[in-house]
């Protein structure tokens, strides 16, 4: 019976002109992705490094001078002194001898810096106007790096739009908003679309959650079909214009309360892994809405409102840990750390991630049980009310 639903669901799927257009959409993104990034201006190392040359000379420039009378601002204005010296040799070296794969000196210049700015840190940046200070999550992002790269003996500065580098950003502007916006369009009549469109298939013999099943199995196939497809056409693109790249190049994801480097073949995994979990909370949480509200656009509007409730909780001063989860569904926001920066919760990563959206997955799924019981039974109650007379 199911097998027979599947397949009919299937077909009907395959027919709708808005999903069929919505995964078109999807997989195009891709492609279209690349062409906007690859006219972009990249920031290269050495105009970095010559920001931050600029930066700590303003520094000096409005480092007051009764500061540097107290030990902190002594201090302070020492490290400044050692980070300028450094800086102004990464630019010499980056000017005469250039970057390859075997950077040791330059690495461990950028590993003392790094040092000393997490010093400034600990010593709360006193005497620094707030826009020259680099924050503490970018020093410990480039700490990893320069880390993996002096253990594996990596190019520092590869080219940007190679597909592997490519994707990765790609991935960082579709996760979030967009991803779920797109996502609950295309489940928004999940299930109202049988109720609006007269099938055989209306009184099949297969329970309420069967039945939501195979649709969520269904529309989650299809669209990771066009996801699929995107990635490989835009990878395509990516790879015969800028080269493939490297996939063991480091990508720098936030875990365990620190920042470490994985390669870039890993974070694909994990990035995919999270997105067809998300799919699956999203199209269960369409047919919860569903179900409730019986209006499409109900559905969609509800998810956008819940997705920003923590963001808006956060502007009027009231960031509670319960409603953080609700952000895991922006998962490159989680791999990258903005997420937990941005609410202040050092828990929220991947494993915190994955760990919500499983949870999630199954209560969506209970409550979805839970309403086919209570239907069930008041059905049964009014079965018995109308019958009891004729008993009689």
Same mark, same amino acid.
């Given at each position: ?35 906007? !990034? ?41 490290? !400044? ?312």
């Amino acid at each position: 019976m199911f097998w027979k639903y599947f397949l009919f669901e299937t077909k009907l799927m395959v027919r709708n002109r808005k999903n069929l257009f919505l995964g078109a959409l999807l997989a195009l993104f891709f492609p279209i992705f690349f062409f906007y !990034y690859s006219d972009t201006e990249v920031e290269t190392i050495e105009s970095e490094k010559r920001s931050e040359q600029a930066m700590i000379e303003a520094t000096f420039d409005s480092f007051p001078m009764s500061q540097e009378e107290t030990p902190e601002g002594a201090e302070i204005h020492e490290i !400044y002194l050692e980070q300028s010296s450094l800086v102004n040799y990464q630019l010499y070296y980056l000017a005469f001898v250039g970057l390859d794969e075997t950077n040791e000196e330059y690495i461990e210049n950028g590993l003392q810096l790094n040092e000393l700015r997490l010093r400034t840190h600990e010593l709360d940046n006193q005497g620094i106007p707030p826009q020259y200070i680099i924050p503490k999550e970018e020093v410990l992002q480039s700490n990893a790096f320069l880390q993996y790269a002096l253990e594996n003996q990596i190019q520092l500065e590869p080219d940007p739009f190679v597909a592997t580098n490519y994707l990765i950003h790609a991935f960082s502007i579709l996760s979030g908003l967009f991803f779920l916006l797109f996502m609950m369009i295309s489940g928004s009549e999940i299930l109202l679309y049988e109720e609006k469109h007269q099938t055989v298939m209306k009184g099949f013999p297969l329970s309420f959650m069967n039945k939501i099943h195979a649709k969520v199995i269904i529309h989650f196939l299809y669209m990771m079909v066009f996801l699929t497809a995107g990635i490989i056409v835009g990878g395509y693109i990516a790879a015969r214009e800028a080269g493939l790249g490297n996939l063991s190049y480091p990508v720098m994801i936030f875990m365990n309360n620190d920042y470490v480097a994985i390669p870039a073949l890993q974070y694909y995994m994990y990035i995919l892994l999270a997105i067809a979990l998300i799919v699956i909370v999203l199209y269960y949480t369409a047919a919860l809405f569903n179900t409730i509200f019986k209006s499409a656009y109900a559905t969609v509007l509800l998810a956008l409102v819940i997705f920003y409730i923590p963001d808006l909780s956060l502007m009027i001063g009231w960031n509670t840990v319960w409603l953080h989860p609700i952000k895991v569904l922006d998962i490159a926001g989680v791999l990258s750390g903005n997420i937990a920066v941005q609410f202040g919760n050092e828990q929220i990563d991947y494993g915190y991630a994955m760990l919500w959206l499983a949870v999630f997955a199954i209560m969506i799924a209970g409550v979805l049980k839970l309403i086919q019981w209570r239907s069930y039974k008041v059905k049964l109650q009014s079965v018995e009310v109308h019958s009891s007379p004729t008993d009689c």
